[in-house]
């Protein structure tokens, strides 16, 4: 994914990143399940509703919305995150709270070597 722009807001970083290719409802399943068991107490959210998964597994048979959330305290990164994918659009969203030294006075250069490697890895997981 390549980082688009970032803004600081309310001490949160919130930056748009975009697609390597656009990616459906299937292929955002696929990443957030590859990614749903490396976070501490995961919500997911469909259209800003929460929904109910017991584990990776379940996230694969949500019904198609429009959008999908993944927030928490992600054990990779470190600190909270939340992602929000777009069906049929090559944009997502994530969201930081500047907690960690890593987060506070970023610019383009630090959050995309701070997020970009996690971020990629999810979209290789889309398309598995």
Avoid: C
Avoid at 23 to 28: D, F, H, L, S, Y
């Amino acid at each position: 994914m390549v980082l688009e722009a970032y803004r600081e807001e309310e001490m949160w970083i919130t930056s748009r990143w975009s697609l390597t290719y656009p990616a459906g409802w299937e292929q955002i399943l696929k990443g957030v399940s590859a990614v749903y068991d490396f976070y501490d107490q995961p919500q997911l959210l469909v259209m800003n509703r929460a929904v109910s998964v017991k584990n990776a597994k379940d996230i694969l048979a949500l019904s198609e919305s429009m959008n999908l959330t993944i927030r928490g305290n992600s054990r990779l990164v470190k600190t909270p995150v939340q992602i929000r994918f777009y069906n049929q659009l090559a944009a997502v969203d994530v969201s930081v709270p500047m907690l960690t030294e890593e987060f506070r006075n970023v610019s383009y250069e630090s959050l995309s070597r701070s997020l970009g490697k996690y971020l990629d890895s999810i979209e290789l997981a889309m398309h598995r």
